[in-house]
């Protein structure tokens, strides 16, 4: 993981504050969980990096309605990000339903909101590349490999009490941050 | 009594066959632990399925548009003070002043355009201007017009009228004023702009700005009274392109913005669904 991203508390304690550094805070710490998010659901590389582009954009100038009371920085950038993929994906069914017209005088009516199954592997994803080091490393390995915890230990050279308590800590960690991004703003 | 150990329901999960028969008990007839242990179980099917999901990071390009649109919101921020001429005070209020950018209150169809760096005919690298940004954002408050609403009459009827006015990084305009009226006529939209400034080389040119801060479109050219009326292209989304600017050109050819404007104005966010074609 490297090493220059800024921590949530770092980046969370700025944007409150309207410190100036904040937007390229959350864009380092973030950037990537919302490209990731537009990229997976929108497919087109152009239109996510647009999408990410006015996620920025807007969680910069609304940053006062940001309510830490609420709910993380987190999940309030991932509820933008969903509306911004939500327009893209309304935009792209009106431009379809022009071409449709002109071709057939047919039209689609697919829901322009972007998969929870998505969001949710993306932001789980994000929290996974957020473990540390060696915790991370426990619980690729029990996601993801046919290891019980005892051969990971092994694998690993690392005492079995470490390696349960990685994976306790571990999980319960990805489930907080997956409910918690389910908070709606 | 306790409930089961916490790292029994993790390897659980995980599909382990972890833990003692107390414990298998416990859970047996524990409806709590059964349900941490569903939660688990959600967590690590979604984590398993499709196998390993990698964040992608997005081009460098993506925030050097960032930084470029948050940067030059305002035409000519290059020629504003830095950052620090700016009060934290100010920078609130002017953010608090564009809040209606935050999703939850974007209408429903409000989209910022197809590709706004890309489109969008002017764009600066500001390698990061962090104090562009302050200063960009300060534009708010000298742009964000007194908008008298009035009824709506009928034939010819007057939308809004938009008072507009200098910004404040430009103290060379800062005389400068001016109005805009936005009248719906025979189903068009039209903006009658007039503009009261010092005489300057160059022509007085009307945009409409995007909320994106790249996107722009020209409405045309003040006439020698500094005034002139405008037929908004038809469905031109007045959510998104909200603002008026006028924009001091120099006879360059450049269809540009050049990056100096004079005096602008928003329209009333109420009077914004008026263009739409349905």
Known sequence: MPVDVPSDEDVSAAFGKGDPDALRLLYQRFGALVYSLARRSLGVQADAEDVTQQVFVSAWRGRDTFDPERGSLAAWLVAITRNRISDML?????DDRVLLHMAAGAATEDPAVPSDQVVNRVV????LARLPEAQRLVMTLAFYSDLTHEQIAEVLQTPLGTVKSHIRRGLQRLRSRLEADRVTY | MSHTDPEFLALTALGEHAGTAQDAA??????DCQLELERLTRTIELARRDGPVSLEQPPASVWERIAA??????????????????SPEAVRAAANGSGRDVPARVPAGVHAG????RAGGRRRRLGVAVAGLAAGLIIGIGGT???????????SQVVAEIELRPLAQFPQWQSAAGTAVLREHQAAL?????????????FYEVWLLGQNGTSMISLGDLNAEHAGTFTLPAGVDLRFYSRIDVSLQPFNGSTQHSSTSVVRGSLPATETGAADPG
């Open chain 1, 90 to 94: 309304r935009t792209r069914q009106r």
């Open chain 1, 124 to 127: 789980l994803a994000d929290e």
């Open chain 2, 26 to 31: 416990h859970l047996a007839q524990c409806a």
């Open chain 2, 69 to 86: 649109t948050v940067g030059a919101e305002e035409a000519g921020q290059l020629d504003a003070a830095p950052g620090n001429a700016v």
């Open chain 2, 114 to 117: 197809a590709s706004p760096g």
């Open chain 2, 145 to 155: 017009a007194a908008v008298t609403q009035l009824t709506r009459p009928s034939a």
């Open chain 2, 190 to 202: 039209q903006l009658a702009v007039s503009v009261t400034a010092p005489s300057r080389s160059g």
